[in-house]
């Protein structure tokens, strides 16, 4: 089941999620556009939200994570296109400013992640089976004997009945 969470929480963790360069790049973009905008891309009169703000700064990432967050977190309609208020651009701000503060240089891809995460587990896994080797060959000759004999009497048992 889904857990509802509040739009600014949502937001803070799109950010959190987006990389390093991109949140910099989204940092001066709300900086130096003249009209970051909601509920759209682009708008037909000139503005562009803050995601476009950022691929124009370097920051090539899509995120449609970002996007829905932003426009959940300014109550934008469907169809709805408006500017951003001061106080949206504010906290935009704040919470950039606080990602970077808080996860710097974490520019590290989910890919990246999820290999390291792999070796961990690998390593971890290579480790236990040593250990289990190293503890069945401190049994004794006759236990370790008839661990085996059960072991090679167990699948015959089981496939004769």
């Not at 949502?10 to 709300?30: F, V």
């Amino acid at each position: 089941m889904r857990t509802l969470r509040r739009p600014a929480q949502e937001l803070r963790t799109a950010i959190d999620c987006l990389p390093e360069r991109t949140r910099i790049a989204m940092l001066e973009g709300i900086d130096e556009e003249c009209r970051i905008i909601v509920g759209a891309y682009t708008a037909p009169g000139g503005g562009v939200c803050p995601m476009l703000a950022a691929h124009r700064r370097g920051g090539r990432t899509s995120f449609a994570l970002f996007a829905k967050a932003w426009d959940r977190y300014t109550r934008s309609g469907y169809g709805l296109i408006r500017p951003a208020s001061d106080r949206e651009l504010r906290t935009l701000r704040a919470m950039l400013v606080a990602s970077l503060a808080e996860y710097p240089g974490g520019d590290s891809s989910l890919g990246d992640e999820v290999v390291q995460v792999q070796a961990l587990r690998r390593a971890q896994a290579e480790r236990e089976a040593r250990e289990t080797a190293q503890s069945v060959s401190r049994w004794p000759i006759s236990l370790r004997r008839a661990r085996h004999r059960r072991e090679r009497t167990e699948p015959l048992a089981r496939s004769s009945s």
